[in-house]
């Protein structure tokens, strides 16, 4: 990421990641960069989306291509960097937080938060499916939209404030070696073919499956 500086334990990582510029699209995760950068730009990606989330909601006709955007970012980033956290970042940080760092509460709201969210979503995919092909959001999705935007940044300001500067302290260099190996295989693995998800996005022209935003 230009213009970022290493933090303690960074060593030779590679600290680029994702230009800021334009839209906001998902870190492209190297071997060699370093995963709580990636993470970094990834919030940067959902603030974003939560912005989009509240245009989608205050919209006054048709989006489809909004619709869309968000539909993809819901059924496909946003789980896979929900599962990053938790599988893979949180474990990491509990075995390696000291006691004085009080973090086990703050990640077990984390994880809390992240099922709500994965909630809030999966209940929006139907109705975001039906925006994405022309429909005007009804006021209840349009509230969903809000609550969801609204929560999603409270969460990121916390990550970004305490999650990901004790992450930057505290792990090895083995622990971000093995923390980006589970990210990039997370990421090439086929999605579950039978879930609502993969059904609305199978619905969906190439090209913003493929992750283009027009």
């Not at 334990?9 to 998902?26: E, I, M």
């Not at 929900?82 to 949180?90: M, S, V």
Request: charged share 25%.
């Amino acid at each position: 990421m230009s213009g970022t500086k290493a933090g303690p334990g960074d060593s030779a990582w590679q600290l680029s990641g994702t230009s800021r510029g334009g839209r906001a699209a998902p870190p492209k995760l190297r071997a060699s960069e370093c995963p709580i950068e990636a993470l970094h730009e990834e919030h940067f990606h959902q603030r974003q989306f939560c912005a989009e989330m509240e245009l989608l909601a205050a919209a006054t006709g048709p989006r489809p291509e909004l619709a869309r955007r968000i539909l993809v970012n819901l059924c496909r980033d946003l789980p896979a960097h929900l599962a990053d956290e938790e599988q893979g970042l949180f474990p990491l940080l509990r075995d390696r937080a000291l006691p004085d760092d009080a973090l086990d509460k703050t990640l077990s709201m984390l994880a809390r938060e992240h099922e709500v969210t994965q909630a809030a979503f999966a209940i929006l995919v139907p109705a975001l499916a039906c925006m994405a092909d022309g429909a005007v959001p009804p006021p209840e999705d349009r509230e969903a939209l809000r609550r969801l935007a609204t929560s999603e940044r409270r969460h990121l300001i916390v990550e970004n404030a305490i999650v990901l500067p004790l992450a930057r302290l505290r792990l090895t260099d083995h622990d971000k070696r093995a923390l980006m190996s589970q990210m990039r295989a997370r990421r090439a693995a086929p999605p579950d073919p039978g879930s609502d998800c993969a059904r609305a996005l199978a619905q969906l022209p190439p090209f913003v499956t493929a992750g283009t935003r027009p």
